[in-house]
């Protein structure tokens, strides 16, 4: 042990803390890497429109978006690679990392490059489909054709990441993710002020992610010095990162699909009119996502990490997860629902409000109910069984499809919205039905959980009044007893002592 903890740089923690206040803190971290990007996108986008003009515009949002799913090709390696180094660090086998670490990058970096090479030979007909003009069409060529050779440097930036996040470096992590999100709006801009094309706003992203992916690299020759003096290559340390990539893979195909099926379905069925009524209240209610996805970030390593010393720790986090998610988002998700058709009626009018509230109400619900289901289903990828909710997910896409496309044959958008609230709950019932049976895993105190079913029905109420000083009631009388269950049912007696200390300070 002594050998191998000499080979760790002692300046960095190497062993993951399960403390709460460590949780919360990463999940902090989380929130502001991905919420920080999102504001400067609000601020800057509108004067990229200005100088790129709407078509080349469109075009950069569609290079934003093949760069977001060129981390599809990392297959699943990236958080194979967290969930196998967390393990690692759990039993304390940190010489092995090295190994793991060298073979998973370099074979990602084979995969991406043969991907390369694979699509620059259909690259013409790539550029066909987006049908831009012939005035920037040799323009777009040149973007896109360049814009490939970033595969390899995107796909294992994950994998960098992914060990960084095993070793539970989310200051860092964010940090840089602040400054790749805030460089992905700001750099356009500042490459437009000198010369007024696409190609050389490309070249600089590609430049700025591979500052980050040296940046990465040189922080993972950090938390473990092995990583830097063994450049090991052994096919056979893959194979649990590669049984592990197989079902996420199948989860990243299966995804896309279940998360565009209900706009295209709108699209085919109805109209592309009918999309946008629906489309805004959705990308309204799903920035709630942010908070889970900040929390299962920073709960896959500890669940990988502890399980197979003390699978106690992980079903614990789980069930406390769950429970902060809901409790966090309640009180949003309701006021949402109440005061849906006033707030949609000052941002875009009231027409769009008349077309638009009783979706996002719907959405809303089905948001709360996918918000706790991804705790679950983080607990099973963390332990090694992603299998488990890779089945779920693809017994549940036909029927997901079907009752889609039904509901909006029958009730337009609002049936859309119906169906994904509906889908949403059966995804979480199942998630914590399946963790229960295999895991015997379940909430300890029997009236804690008739309260959550309570708060559920109460999101029903604001559905049947549209009188403004009924709403207000209700909604302060839910609230205050949403407070009153909080104290009361849902906290335990450290985490309420926890979250006094917490507000004695702030007030001090």
């Known amino acids: 042990m002594n050998a191998e903890n000499n080979n760790i740089d002692e300046s ?105 090479l694979l699509l620059s030979l259909f690259i013409v007909p790539i550029v066909n ?22 595969i390899p440097i995107i796909s294992t930036t994950a994998g960098l990441r992914g060990v960084l996040e095993a070793y539970q470096k989310f200051a860092f992590i964010n940090k840089v993710r602040v400054l790749l999100g805030v460089s992905t709006f700001l750099g356009p801009l500042l490459v437009l002020t000198i010369v007024n094309n696409l190609f050389w706003v490309v070249v600089f992203l590609i430049l700025i992610r591979s500052m980050i992916w040296i940046t990465y690299l040189l922080r993972c020759f ?25 079902w996420i893979t199948i989860i990243n195909i299966i995804g896309p699909v279940i998360l565009y099926s ?41 669940f990988s990490s502890s399980y197979l010393n003390n699978p106690a720790i992980p079903k614990k986090i789980l069930l406390r997860g769950a429970k902060f998610v809901f409790l966090i988002l309640y009180p949003v998700v309701f006021l949402m629902i109440t005061f849906a058709h006033e707030g949609m009626g000052l941002w875009l009018g009231e027409k769009f409000a008349d077309n638009s509230s009783i979706i996002l109400q719907l959405l809303s619900i089905g948001i709360l109910m996918n918000s706790v289901s991804m705790i679950p289903n983080n607990y099973f990828q963390g332990i090694g069984k992603p299998k488990i909710p890779t089945l779920i997910n ?17 009730g337009g958008i609002k049936g859309a919205a119906l169906a994904y609230m509906i889908m949403a709950g059966i995804d979480a019932i199942i998630m914590f039905l399946v963790a229960n049976k295999i895991f015997t895993i379940s909430f300890e105190s029997k009236f804690g959980t008739f309260s959550f079913i309570v708060m559920i029905v109460l999101l029903v109420f604001p559905f049947l ?44």
Do not use: C
């Open 12 to 116: 960095e923690n190497h062993k993951l803390d399960f403390s709460g206040r460590l949780i919360a803190r990463n999940t902090f971290y989380n929130l502001l890497g991905y919420g920080i990007p999102l504001i400067f996108a609000l601020v800057l986008i509108p004067p990229l429109i200005s100088k790129l003009g709407t078509e080349r515009f469109g075009v950069l949002n569609l290079i934003w978006m093949v760069v977001g799913y060129f981390s599809f090709f990392d297959f699943g390696f990236g958080k194979g690679l967290t969930k196998v180094v967390a393990e690692k660090i759990g039993l304390n086998q940190f010489d092995q990392i090295s190994r793991i670490f060298w073979t998973t990058i370099l074979s990602m970096i084979f995969i991406g490059l043969v991907i390369v």
């Open 465 to 508: 009044t549209d009188i403004l000083i009924i709403k207000l009631v209700l909604g302060f009388s839910v609230l205050l007893t949403y407070a009153i269950m909080l104290l009361n049912f849902f906290l335990s007696a450290d985490e309420k002592t926890f979250l006094l200390s917490k507000l004695k300070m702030s007030i001090t």
């Open 129 to 150: 489909i987006f049908n831009v003009s012939d005035a920037i069409y040799n323009e777009t060529f040149d973007t896109f054709y360049i814009l490939i050779f970033s």
């Open 222 to 246: 950090k938390v473990n010095k092995n990583i830097k003096e063994k450049i090991i290559f052994d096919i056979n340390s893959i194979k649990p990162v590669l049984k592990f990539s197989i």
């Open 394 to 410: 693809l017994i549940e896409l036909p029927v997901y499809i079907f009752i889609m496309w039904f509901s909006i044959k029958m």
């Open 262 to 302: 209900d706009r295209f379905l709108i699209a085919a069925l109805i109209s592309a009119k009918a999309v946008a009524y629906y489309a805004t209240p959705y990308e309204i209610v799903t920035k709630l996502l942010l908070i889970p996805t900040s929390l299962i970030g920073v709960l896959f390593p500890i």
